[in-house]
């Protein structure tokens, strides 16, 4: 068993101090959606479609959270067709989304697939079109994807006094905020991901780390920030003045279910701030095995992971920038001539990793990105190689972490931690997967 087994301890310690490097903030990029004839309905109130709430000032209470999203699950059971505009026009209702994966508990005997989460910090489409690009590999791979959307990136520079981060001045942020041009490429891409099947979750807004970052903010700063990432999806028609945009085609507050902290910083007081919100997973873990999610005060935990680091003697964190600190030392222009070597590398721990699942415990597998071009591009086009050998094999399900959570909570509780013990290369005993 993982937590009795002195060698994967020391892996543990050794990833930990060696191999794991958390933080550093990257812009990132994003687009919108083209909508059919529109009904406009008001607040949607009449079929259970709660108003978007006043978030220009003190956060209204969530006591209600849960309830609105069983009301919004039953509306996608009974939608009528009808298009229904929202707030200010930036948001819409469309019916369920599409082409979601169907949750089912396995039966005795099945061995469940081996889920592959590919995941991005950001989304933002900038001029290096990454978001469109690793659309188009998604759907060559049949893959849905999760994007973590950063608020900010649908809010202009001149209008940055709206956002308030927690124990930060007015409009301060750790990154850059979008050009107007690239707000309206973000939309495009938003909507058009989400017509497809993909996630939109969060990453919410300045990517503050370290000192007054979100290790350091309360659940209240917590609950802060989410509300003003909803205000800023809800209400980017009004804040950006574009009236040639159509809104996109979901709801944030029933669409939203999860988050990624900048950093991964901040996950004990953000899980207590985001469950009012009808928040089901957090992705915002400092790292753990490849073994089978587990719930951390009811809300699914699910870690950046540990993978074989082909050459060296620890494992890395699944994530670009943690192969970029141990190979260039953070440096995202290093030595050319050690791209394709590094390429090779990072496409190669993806793979180990796969495998060593594939074949063993088959507890999902997690790949966190961002849109940069660090090192040549050399990152992305390992992710690309490896999207596109894994998600298409026979066995394997390339989904979105809601389509995961869906499908985990369908499961018996008791056969998932009886599969939580494994090593990831220990297969289990499938016979009795489904009691």
């Known amino acids: 068993m993982i937590r009795n087994n002195p060698a994967l301890r020391r892996l543990r310690e050794r990833a930990t101090t060696r191999g794991v490097a958390l933080g550093v903030a990257a812009v990132l990029i994003a687009t919108g959606a083209s909508l059919l004839p529109l009904v406009t309905d008001g607040d949607g109130a009449d079929d259970g479609l709660a108003a978007p709430a006043d978030r220009s000032s003190a956060p209204a209470p969530r006591t209600s959270a849960g309830q609105k999203r069983q009301q919004g699950k039953e509306a996608d059971e009974k939608w009528d067709g009808r298009v229904r505009i929202l707030g200010d026009g930036s948001t819409s209702y469309t019916g369920p989304q599409p082409g979601q994966l169907k949750p089912e508990r396995l039966k005795a005997g099945q061995r469940p697939p081996q889920f592959v989460v590919f995941s991005w910090d950001g989304a933002l489409e900038g001029d290096d079109r990454l978001f469109s690009r690793f659309r188009r590999v998604a759907r060559e791979s049949g893959a849905h994807m999760t994007f973590f959307l950063t608020g900010i990136y649908l809010l202009p520079q001149e209008k940055k006094n709206l956002y308030r981060p927690p124990q930060h001045g007015t409009g301060a942020a750790a990154i850059s905020y979008p050009t107007r041009e690239h ?4 939309l495009d891409q938003l909507g058009k991901a989400w017509k497809e099947g993909h996630e939109i979750g969060s990453h919410f807004n300045g990517h503050f780390c370290g000192a007054k970052g979100g290790g350091d903010w309360s659940t209240a700063e917590w609950t802060s920030e989410i509300d003003q990432f909803y205000s800023f999806v809800q209400n980017w028609k009004t804040n950006t003045g574009f009236t040639d945009l159509d809104p996109l085609p979901f709801d944030p507050t029933r669409e939203v279910t999860g988050g990624r902290a900048p950093c991964l910083e901040g996950q004990k007081t953000l899980i207590p701030a985001s469950k009012p919100f009808g928040w089901r997973y957090d992705a915002s873990s400092s790292g753990d095995f490849q073994i089978w999610p587990s719930k951390k005060n009811g809300v699914w935990d699910l870690p950046l992971q540990m993978l074989p680091f082909p050459g060296k003697d620890f494992q890395v964190l699944s994530m670009d920038f943690n192969y970029l600190y141990n190979q260039s030392q953070g440096l995202t222009d290093g030595d050319p001539a050690k791209y394709a070597t590094w390429r090779a590398q990072t496409r190669d721990s993806y793979l180990a990793g796969f495998e060593r699942v594939f ?4 507890a999902p597998m997690f790949v966190g990105n961002h849109f940069e071009n660090w090192n040549g591009g050399i990152y992305m086009d390992a992710v690309e190689d490896v999207m596109r050998n894994v998600c298409p094999r026979k066995e394997v399900r ?17 056969v998932l931690a009886r599969w939580r013990a494994l090593d990831p290369a220990q297969p289990a005993d499938w016979s009795s997967a489904g009691r």
């Open 183 to 186: 707000i309206r490429t973000t």
């Open 359 to 362: 074949h063993g415990s088959r």
């Open 398 to 414: 390339c989904v979105s972490f809601r389509e995961l959570t869906d499908w985990l909570d369908a499961q018996n509780p008791e």
